[in-house]
């Protein structure tokens, strides 16, 4: 079965500052890779997903989150972040062709500080 | 706001007791999904319901049961309530039946206390 932890359950930044947020995951069989972000008092909105092809994806808001198969991780990036930015951040995975069950990390909570 | 509706937003019983939990999708949205979001056990994938019909099961357990409805509403229903199961319940939208690739769109909750 497929398992996804998050290293950081809480990682502190100041604004404009660069962060990374660690995912690793562990599957037998090819996966899909999804980050997720949870602003206070809100619902989940997906942030970006990888399926296929280029490793590195992006999101409209400038994170960017790089696929490495290697090290089986899925680290969300950001050069530069607002105060906006602080929630909590979710990688979750699913396998490909095989049951239809998404696995979520523990969620790392991202606060930018002034 | 995503599109996706949830009622009630709080709910506070005791327990024992059964609640029912409602979601209505995105307009045009034929699967419906339910998530448990809980301290202990985190986010966990409930079940998927596509055009009425169930289509992916994750941990959901036998005291909880879940229908999608002609008009694609659906409502989870959670019987014999234990302390265990206040959490957090988001019910998630996509247009299709593919829950590894669609866009899920989330719905604001529905907050659980068992007392």
Redesign the interface.
Known sequence: AQSVTQLDSQVPVFEEAPVELRCNYSSSVSV?LFWYVQYPN?????LL?Y?SGSTLVKSINGFEAEFNKSQTSFHLRKPSVHISDTAEY?CAV?T?GG?????????TKLTVNP | D?G?TQTPKHLITATGQRVTLRCSPRSGDLSVYWYQQSLDQ????LI?YYNGEE????NILERFSAQQFPDLHSELNLSSLELGDSALY?C?SSPRDY???D??Y????TRLTVL
């Open positions: 899909y809100q619902g989940l909105q997906l997903k399926l979710f699913i490909q049951s239809e069950k998404l696995v979520f990390g523990k969620g | 995503s996706v985190g986010l966990q994938f998927q289509r992916a099961k994750g988001f998630a829950l590894s690739t866009t899920q989330f719905g604001p909750g």
